[in-house]
């Protein structure tokens, strides 16, 4: 083994070594999960929420909860207590108050806890919260927080307080916002196409360029203007004609705006071929905290005990959420290889995206899957099966991270939802990429970013799609590089249709995960080894192709 190698290796065991410590603190601390909380009613209409610091036992959280409730009585006289108990789980409106994390309404910071102060009028909440650090300060270090940007309450709008859920939109809205993405996408794909001659020089896609090029002539790689271009009309259309409510359509717009950094990352790359993969994660990975400060979307929960913990901290929630973002955004682009298979997949995730949160009742999930929806859907019309425009680089980050921010938001708005449904809707992308990490750096000792032609869709395009393998017509090395996406949005549909009955129970979606890790290996190295199953080959002789 090279040293080269080795000091690689030693630096995956060394992260592994530390995420162990941090995860394994985390789990220790998560033990003391008793959490006082106390709601006092104040004279001027004021729900003062205390929630405090986990306790390792329940008599010291009661301890805790009593001298609460006599200081409160002690300090004001005319408060009336409403609520006094020690919560043995907190949801997420409550982790985001306790956490630090920007939330919709003022919160009074003291040690060990937080005061959170919700009024229908906010600017006499935020009066006394300001009023009480000043006071306070004499005594007791205390900060008051102001409430975030109003686009903040989209990752609280379903947890009661101070912002209440949006109404559904309706069926002709919804339709509405399908039908215009997808006809801004179909023009703008349509002027790129016709446009060629003028910007064919920076924007086409060559041929025979590198392991992973299967099309068969230059082809503009820059469709992730018209799929930007859809997304922002529908984001717009939004709340212009009123399909959604202000503040859902203020925060969505404040999410389009996030995006902008992670679309041009990859469109930069898409225009001057020489922007690394590291740099435009560097550029996702803002957008996805930008995306955290400006609309709330961080992530506060996976269901996994110990991380859940280290989520409540603030700077480690957004940079997970970010990385995670990130890591979905370059997935998405790792897999568009193929004439729609990106697109196509991503069409199929959306949908289910959009189907539970219609049965969550989520608007802004619901509105936002089928505004991308319908803006993947005009631009697969020239994608597939033909391949006259790639999504490219900008789109196919633009993408990941639209992704990636709606799982986000699925999850911290809906307290029902298991956090493992949004990861396994994506765990084709997901698993492609982690196990090609492992196969680059661990088995060939070579950069993580370094690419090749073992990916999962380029066995298929080699192994299982053998329609035209000896020919060098055009059309037949088209038709067999449309095939490939088949076979990914039928596997991948296997496993996302049955999430959809189960997307609020973790233990079922982390059995499916598992049954795509073990039927992922399975083809993988079925195929690597030249024993393709021979049920799963299209070939001429079960494919008849007729000439046009």
């Known amino acids: 083994m090279s040293r080269i190698r080795q000091r690689k290796i030693s630096r995956w065991a060394y992260a592994a070594g530390l995420l162990a410590i941090l995860l394994g603190g985390a789990f220790l601390l998560s033990a003391q999960n008793f959490h006082p909380y106390v709601v006092f009613q104040t004279p001027e209409s004021i729900e003062a929420v205390f929630i405090h610091g986990s306790q390792p036992t329940r008599q010291r959280c009661d301890a805790v909860v009593d001298r609460i409730v006599e200081a409160m009585n002690a300090h004001c006289s005319d408060c009336r207590l409403q609520e006094r108990h020690c919560l043995d789980k907190l949801d997420a409106r409550q982790r985001k108050i306790l956490s630090g994390l920007p939330v919709d309404v003022p919160v009074l910071r003291v040690p060990g806890g937080a005061i959170a102060l919700l009024s229908n009028v906010p600017d006499i909440a935020l009066g006394i919260c300001q009023g009480a650090a000043q006071h306070a300060s004499r005594s007791v270090t205390a900060e008051c927080a102001k409430a975030g940007p109003d686009g903040i309450a989209l ?7 101070a912002v209440q859920a949006s109404e559904m939109p309706k069926f002709s809205a919804l339709f509405g916002i399908v039908l215009l993405a997808a006809a801004i996408s179909l023009l703008v794909s349509y002027l790129i196409i016709r446009s060629e001659p003028l910007h064919g020089r920076f924007s086409h896609d060559l041929t025979a360029t590198g392991p992973q090029k299967f099309h ?31 503040v859902a359509a203020y925060g969505l717009t404040m999410l389009a705006l996030a995006a902008i950094p992670a679309f041009a990352g990859g469109f930069g790359e898409d225009i001057t071929k020489k922007v690394s993969v590291m740099g435009r994660l560097m550029f996702t990975f803002a957008a ?5 400060l400006l609309v709330g979307a961080t992530l506060d929960r996976l269901d996994m005990p110990g991380l859940d913990t280290l989520l409540l901290w603030p700077v480690f929630a957004i940079a997970f959420t970010a990385f995670a973002v990130g ?26 995206l959009a189907w539970v949160a219609s049965q969550v009742g989520d608007p802004v999930v619901l509105a936002a899957s089928l505004a991308m929806l319908g803006a993947l859907l005009g631009f697969l019309v020239f994608n597939y099966p033909g391949g006259r425009i790639f999504m490219g680089d900008g789109g196919a980050y633009l993408l990941g991270f639209w992704l990636g921010e709606l799982s986000v938001l699925l999850v911290v708005r809906n307290p029902d939802l298991s956090p493992w449904f949004p990861l396994l809707l994506l765990a084709y992308p997901v698993v492609e990429t982690l196990f090609s990490i492992y196969r680059k750096a661990f088995l060939r000792g070579h950069s993580a970013g370094r690419p090749d032609g073992l990916h999962l869709h380029m066995l298929i395009y080699k192994r299982l799609a053998r329609i035209g393998m000896a020919s060098k017509e055009g059309k037949n090395r088209l038709r067999r590089n449309s095939t490939v996406a088949l076979y990914i949005w039928a596997g991948t549909t296997l496993f996302i249709v049955p999430a959809l009955l189960v997307w609020h129970s973790t233990f079922w979606l982390v059995t499916l995960a598992a049954a795509f890790w073990v039927g992922y290996l399975w083809l993988y190295f079925r195929l690597t080894r030249w024993r393709a199953p021979a049920w799963l080959i299209i070939s001429p002789k079960k494919h008849v192709i007729r000439e046009s």
Do not use: C, M
């Not at 068969?216 to 009123?242: C, E, K, N, Q, S």
């Not at 996805?288 to 955290?292: N, W, Y």
């Open 288 to 292: 996805a905290v930008f995306a955290s």
């Open 155 to 161: 990752s609280l709008a379903k947890i009661g307080g």
């Open 216 to 246: 068969t002539a230059p082809t503009p790689r820059i469709g992730g203007v018209a799929i930007a271009a859809a997304l922002a009309g529908g984001v717009l259309a939004l709340d212009a004609f009123d399909w959604i409510d202000d």
């Open 327 to 352: 890591g979905i955004a370059n997935s998405i682009n790792i897999i568009d290889g193929y004439n729609g298979l990106a697109g196509g997949y991503s069409v199929i995730v959306l949908a289910a």
